[in-house]
């Protein structure tokens, strides 16, 4: 996840562009959500690829329950 980073601690002009890419991002939301066809095809890809990392999850989960073995002298 993106960490969140102060609007006092960015430039002007990092400001708009960032403000810009949002408009742009939030546009096409707007396109993605009102075309039933293109919406089901991203919530099919959305519901693999989460079961993709569920699955890489679980097995990190079993990584790391697993023991280091002990170091010998």
Same mark, same amino acid.
Request: positive net charge; aromatic residues 2%.
């Given at each position: 996840?993106?960490?969140?980073? %102060?609007s +006092?601690?960015? $430039?002007?002009?990092?400001?708009?562009?960032?403000?810009?890419?949002?408009?742009? +991002? =939030?546009?096409?939301?707007?396109?993605?959500? !009102?075309? $039933?066809?293109?919406? !089901?095809?991203?919530? %099919? *890809?959305?519901? +693999?690829?989460?079961?993709?990392?569920? %699955?890489?999850?679980?097995? =990190?989960? !079993? *990584?790391?329950? *697993?023991?280091?073995? $002990?170091k010998?002298?």
């Amino acid at each position: 996840m993106v960490s969140k980073i %102060k609007s +006092t601690s960015i $430039s002007r002009d990092e400001q708009r562009w960032q403000a810009e890419s949002d408009a742009d +991002t =939030m546009a096409r939301y707007q396109e993605i959500m !009102n075309d $039933s066809a293109r919406r !089901n095809r991203a919530i %099919k *890809v959305a519901k +693999t690829k989460a079961a993709e990392l569920s %699955k890489r999850a679980s097995a =990190m989960q !079993n *990584v790391a329950k *697993v023991k280091s073995p $002990s170091k010998r002298k």
